[in-house]
Structures are given as structure tokens and as C-alpha cells.
């Protein structure tokens, strides 16, 4: 009797290690791991553009919890300006969700236009290539927006 309880008693904790090994295999572990992604939006194209708010909600999706920001230069300025931008109602709505959009102050001194001319909850940058290197220095994924 003794020695079949001891035999009980291993099987199950044989079982126990297999359920819980197996548990570790879960196939949504990966949407827990903290995910870091910078883009960068550098172009004039308008359907590049409207695809940004498309996939950076895609990624929401996947990744609720993943911390977003988008750096924003060059020829794609107007698309965080207020009065010109294709995506405001996107772009507001992206930044109640955690989303960081972030303007180069240089690209805006360049082309003559001030803070307030920025969709409200935009940030501001010194250099935005030097704003994506550091992101990336400090563990951030670079995608460049568009196709």
C-alpha cells in the first residue's frame, strides 16, 4: 500500500509539472511581454499617412498595452498641424489611448510654423532623427511609417 501511494503520489506531481510546463506555451504570452515601438513619419504622401492611425490601432489591438510614439519630420509636418492635418480626429484619438506624437522642432522652424498651429497633445522634439536614435538606444523598435 505504501508503495502504491508513492507511485500515486510521483504520477501526480509528474502531471502537475506537465500542466504547468505546458501552461508556459500559452499562445498569448507574447501580448504580455511591455512592446516599445518608435515610428517614424517623414513623408508628404497623404495614403501613407491615413495608414499610420491604421496600423498603430492594429497594434493596440494586438498589443493593448504597447507604448507608441510616432516622431514626426520633414515632409510629413502637416499631418500633426491643426489646420491641414488628413488624421485630427485619428490622431486626438490615438492620444487618449497612450499614444505619443511627437513634432521636430527644427522641421517646424524650417518651415515657419509655431506650437500652436500642432494638433493639441502634440509634443515637441529638438531633432527628430536624433529622437528615433535614442529611442532605439533605449530599446524601442524602429518602423518607418508607410508601405
Not at 508503495?3 to 506531481?13: P, V
Not at 498651429?117 to 527628430?128: A, D
Request: aromatic residues 8%; positive net charge.
Amino acid at each position: 500500500v505504501n508503495n502504491l501511494n508513492f507511485i500515486q503520489m510521483k504520477n501526480l506531481f509528474l502531471l502537475l509539472v506537465v500542466i504547468l510546463t505546458l501552461g508556459g506555451f500559452n499562445t498569448n504570452a507574447q501580448s504580455k511581454k511591455k512592446h516599445k515601438i518608435v515610428f517614424q513619419l517623414a513623408t508628404q504622401d497623404e495614403k501613407e499617412q491615413g495608414s499610420l492611425p491604421r496600423q498603430i490601432n492594429n497594434l493596440l489591438e494586438y498589443w493593448p498595452k504597447a507604448e507608441i510614439v510616432v516622431v514626426v519630420h520633414s515632409a510629413a509636418l502637416e499631418f500633426m498641424m491643426k489646420d491641414k492635418s488628413i488624421a485630427k480626429d485619428e490622431i486626438e484619438k490615438l492620444m487618449t489611448q497612450g499614444v505619443k506624437f511627437e513634432v521636430c522642432r527644427n522641421t517646424m522652424k524650417r518651415k515657419n510654423v509655431s506650437e500652436d498651429q500642432i494638433i493639441s497633445g502634440g509634443e515637441f522634439v529638438p531633432v527628430g532623427i536624433a529622437e528615433i536614435v535614442e529611442r532605439q538606444e533605449n530599446g524601442y523598435r524602429y518602423i518607418k511609417a508607410g508601405y
